[in-house]
């Protein structure tokens, strides 16, 4: 490994962090203050927009996690694949984010359409977090908590299977959690590269 790997992992680690925490952020203030109605009409226009803008801000900040995911220790083919699958389906969900944003603030309801690019992004992310996970294994990246990309899967499965609340919710915030996981490991190796780099003062 080269100097240049702990600012990676340190950016990696605090993308998949901060993704985490936006993604829970997004979902979890609706449950605490509802803006919409249950037939999606929009009652406050203004949180409306504050909820999904830390979506999209969220799905973002995934993206640039999962390209960082792989760079310090090449991922085999397989874990590329993963990768790959989990760009597209983070892709979709940050296009969820921007459709249903526009359109709720301009129309009063977001676009239902929309929340086909959700589903088909949740399913997608669910998928490739296996062959991800499993190449994450192989080169050692995460150490021991290369499972927590197999949470990313879990959360998938109950929210996409549950259609009733709280468990889809529940779903989802599982998803966070291990994205919030997935980061601390991360950062956590960016650290102990940083004690190995950095020499002790001489006493």
């Known amino acids: 490994m080269t100097p240049t790997t702990a600012p990676a ?3 990696t680690g605090v993308a998949a962090v901060a993704a985490g ?13 509802p803006v919409q109605q249950s037939d999606g009409t929009v009652l406050d226009r203004i949180g409306f927009a504050i909820y999904l803008g830390a ?22 083919r397989g874990g ?3 990768r790959r699958i989990c760009l597209a389906g983070t ?20 676009l239902e359409a929309s929340f086909l690019l959700f589903a088909l992004g949740l399913l997608l992310l669910g998928i490739g977090a296996v062959p991800l ?18 949470g990313v899967t879990a959360g998938v499965l109950v929210a996409l299977g549950a259609s009733v609340d709280p468990w889809h919710d529940l779903g989802l915030f ?7 996981v997935v980061g601390l490991a991360v950062l956590g190796r960016a650290r102990r590269l940083d004690d190995v780099l950095v020499p002790s003062p001489a006493r």
């Open 9 to 11: 992992d340190r950016r």
């Open 21 to 33: 925490g936006l993604l829970f952020a997004s979902v979890a203030a609706e449950l605490v203050r």
């Open 55 to 76: 979506w999209v801000v969220g799905a973002a900040a995934l993206v640039i996690a999962l390209l960082g995911l792989g760079v310090a220790r090449p991922l085999p």
């Open 80 to 82: 590329r694949i993963g």
């Open 91 to 110: 892709a979709l969900l940050l296009a969820f984010g921007i459709v249903a944003l526009v359109s709720g603030v301009a129309a009063g309801a977001p």
């Open 133 to 150: 996970a499993l190449g994450l294994r192989r080169t050692g990246a995460l150490g021991g908590w290369w499972p927590a990309v197999l």
């Open 174 to 180: 599982a998803v966070d959690a291990s994205l919030v």
